[in-house]
């Protein structure tokens, strides 16, 4: 069935350090990838998504990799500030691309 | 321009009672989405429109809870006979559908129902 799993559920790091939160999901015919992040209280906003097509895309201190062969892909958080702690979540596109299904989200907190 | 809009943005109701819960998307996106974010939880699929047809109501919990979309526009989640466990946030998102692939899903702020 459609299903992306999502780790760590929780990540804790220092200030200006990097992290890395990975994703697998189950259908080989899903081709596009968002990541989304979501700060208390606020919606989930849109930070870097990916297609199919290629490997890597980066954008500032955001990048994201896929390894369609192994069905994972990875959100990638160089240089962390106190702003980049929220949850965020990793989705994956089913059915023809109709349909996101999300993973359950990492909690990270940057700390001082 | 606007954003996806939810309204109420806060809703107390007593269990069994009836609620509905609407979604403004973004003007002229022909793809609507209704999850629901339990607290501290990820965000579960429950309905989605293409148009006002919907080919995908997989993720509905119960025959308690409908959806419907009109005029290609607002959609209505209704929830009936509320319980406890209700109890979440809705939101609703929709997207433009512009390539044939998937495309940007943008988030209304949703709806936090409460079922006491």
């Known amino acids: 069935g459609e299903n992306v799993e999502q780790h760590p559920s929780t990540l804790s790091v220092q200030e200006g350090d990097s992290a890395v939160i990975k994703c697998t999901y189950s259908?080989?015919?899903?081709?596009?990838f968002p990541w989304y992040k979501q700060e208390l209280g606020k919606r989930p906003q849109l930070i870097i998504d990916i297609r199919s097509n290629v490997g890597e895309k980066k954008d500032q201190r955001i990048a994201v990799t896929l390894n369609k062969t192994a069905k994972h892909f990875s959100l990638h958080i160089t240089e962390t500030q106190p702003e980049d702690s929220a949850v965020y979540f990793c989705?994956?596109?089913?059915?023809?691309?109709?349909?996101?299904?999300f993973g359950q989200g990492t909690r990270l907190t940057i700390n001082p | 321009g606007a954003g996806v809009s939810q309204s109420p943005s806060n809703k107390v109701t007593e269990k069994g009672k009836d609620v509905e819960l609407r979604c403004d998307p973004i003007?002229?996106?022909?793809?609507l989405y209704w999850y629901r974010q339990s607290l501290g939880q990820g965000l579960e699929f429950l309905i989605y429109f293409q148009g006002n047809s919907a080919p995908d109501k997989s993720g509905l919990p119960s025959d308690r809870f409908s959806a419907e979309r009109t005029g290609g526009s607002v959609s209505t989640l209704t929830i009936q006979r509320t319980q406890q466990e209700d109890s979440a946030v809705y939101l609703c998102a929709s997207n433009a559908q512009v390539r044939t692939g998937a495309d940007t899903q943008y988030f209304g702020p949703g709806t936090r129902l409460t079922v006491l």
């Open positions: 003007s002229g996106h022909t793809a």
């Open positions: 989705a994956a596109a089913f059915q023809g691309a109709q349909k996101l299904v």
């Open positions: 259908d080989s015919a899903s081709n596009y």
